[in-house]
């Protein structure tokens, strides 16, 4: 009886030990077959192309296919209550960015929470706007615009790519810190804002770096400052908007993330061969000419910095009372 009772309890322990025993088989052999990188935004686009270059990378490092799909719509939120709802095996990720965050903010509804359903991976990216003025302002520094906006409230128009957008959330944060009140104008993009601002109908906008700097070498737009902490290579000249507006940085990133609960094992993997990447000089020097940095982390760290940029701009939000289109 005692030899019954031993043999079905070690049978009753193997059982329980098994799916452990199999998860931690997969994530040894991860990946045994392809990857798909959800990514919420059209091919083509910053995000779509930080995507590509980071799935080439990690192709060639595991000797296995990372397939882009591109499952664009509602700002990014199709694909990632898309990955949020998947299995856990580390073979649908997203490819997540700073509009997920402010997503979190814009939207009431979405039917699944960022970052609590998503685990952080690997951040591989970020960077910064440049604070773009029409050669029709007179104003040529921070300083000059600030007090040239002071002086004309509610006169000053400011383009943005709607309340979602880099252009946007930049500016937004810039109203806030620097104190001054510039009349939103929402376009569909960046794209068909340029001619405007060109032209003087709108006199400044936030542009992303990647897309700013061509309009500002051609003397198309003046350059005031970069959103980012501290100055660009491309434009050693021109400041950082924080060294006037205290407290100002708007950078955007780019990282890769799991479905919540994603093996441990199977995050450590990835997370170590994107730093793995992020540190071959090639692929730094591809990334600069892009107009962006290498943005390496450990899963807690990304982690940590997500759910403080989520809050950093849940509080801009708010207070410009920005609310997306449903």
């Given at each position: 009886?005692?030899?019954?009772?031993?043999?079905?309890?070690?049978?009753?322990?193997?059982?329980?030990?098994?799916?452990?025993?199999?998860?931690?088989?997969?994530?040894?052999?991860?990946?045994?077959?392809?990857?798909?990188?959800?990514?919420?935004?059209?091919?083509?686009?910053?995000?779509?192309?930080?995507?590509?270059?980071?799935?080439?990378?990690?192709?060639?490092?595991?000797?296995?296919?990372?397939?882009?799909?591109?499952?664009?719509?509602?700002?990014?939120?199709?694909?990632?209550?898309?990955?949020?709802?998947?299995?856990?095996?580390?073979?649908?990720?997203?490819?997540?960015?700073?509009?997920?965050?402010?997503?979190?903010?814009?939207?009431?509804?979405?039917?699944?929470?960022?970052?609590?359903?998503?685990?952080?991976?690997?951040?591989?990216?970020?960077?910064?706007?440049?604070?773009?003025?029409?050669?029709?302002?007179?104003?040529?520094t921070i300083p000059e615009f600030i007090n040239y906006a002071k002086a004309n409230p509610g006169k000053i128009n400011m383009a943005s790519a709607g309340?979602?957008?880099?252009?946007?959330?930049?500016?937004?944060?810039?109203?806030?810190?620097?104190?001054?009140?510039?009349?939103?104008?929402?376009?569909?993009?960046?794209?068909?804002?340029?001619?405007d601002l060109f032209a003087g109908r709108v006199q400044v906008l936030f542009e992303p770096a990647i897309t700013a700097i061509a309009p500002v070498v051609?003397?198309?737009?003046?350059?005031?400052?970069?959103?980012?902490?501290?100055?660009?290579?491309?434009?050693?000249?021109?400041?950082?908007?924080?060294?006037?507006?205290?407290?100002?940085?708007?950078?955007?990133?780019?990282?890769?993330?799991?479905?919540?609960?994603?093996?441990?094992?199977?995050?450590?993997?990835?997370?170590?061969?994107?730093?793995?990447?992020?540190?071959?000089?090639?692929?730094?020097?591809?990334?600069?000419?892009?107009?962006?940095?290498?943005?390496?982390?450990?899963?807690a760290e990304f982690g940590k910095f997500v759910v403080e940029y989520t809050e950093k701009w849940r509080k801009v939000i708010r207070e410009a009372g920005?609310?997306?289109?449903?």
């Amino acid at each position: 009886m005692k030899l019954h009772c031993r043999k079905l309890l070690y049978l009753i322990a193997a059982a329980v030990a098994m799916p452990a025993m199999n998860e931690s088989g997969h994530a040894q052999d991860y990946p045994s077959r392809p990857v798909r990188l959800i990514v919420g935004f059209a091919a083509g686009g910053p995000l779509d192309t930080g995507a590509r270059l980071i799935a080439q990378a990690l192709a060639e490092r595991f000797h296995q296919s990372f397939v882009v799909e591109n499952h664009a719509g509602a700002s990014g939120n199709i694909a990632a209550a898309e990955v949020a709802r998947a299995g856990p095996d580390g073979y649908t990720l997203l490819v997540c960015a700073a509009a997920n965050s402010w997503n979190a903010g814009l939207y009431q509804n979405l039917g699944f929470d960022f970052p609590g359903d998503i685990a952080p991976v690997a951040s591989f990216n970020r960077s910064g706007g440049i604070m773009l003025s029409s050669l029709s302002v007179s104003a040529q520094t921070i300083p000059e615009f600030i007090n040239y906006a002071k002086a004309n409230p509610g006169k000053i128009n400011m383009a943005s790519a709607g309340p979602g957008s880099a252009p946007g959330m930049y500016g937004e944060l810039f109203k806030s810190l620097a104190g001054v009140d510039l009349v939103t104008v929402n376009y569909r993009g960046s794209a068909p804002a340029m001619p405007d601002l060109f032209a003087g109908r709108v006199q400044v906008l936030f542009e992303p770096a990647i897309t700013a700097i061509a309009p500002v070498v051609a003397g198309k737009v003046c350059a005031l400052g970069v959103t980012s902490a501290r100055r660009i290579a491309q434009l050693p000249d021109v400041p950082a908007i924080g060294e006037y507006v205290h407290g100002y940085v708007a950078t955007g990133w780019q990282a890769i993330c799991a479905p919540k609960n994603t093996p441990p094992q199977i995050v450590a993997t990835l997370n170590k061969e994107v730093n793995a990447v992020l540190a071959d000089p090639e692929f730094k020097r591809h990334l600069t000419t892009l107009g962006v940095e290498p943005f390496p982390n450990s899963p807690a760290e990304f982690g940590k910095f997500v759910v403080e940029y989520t809050e950093k701009w849940r509080k801009v939000i708010r207070e410009a009372g920005l609310k997306a289109e449903q």
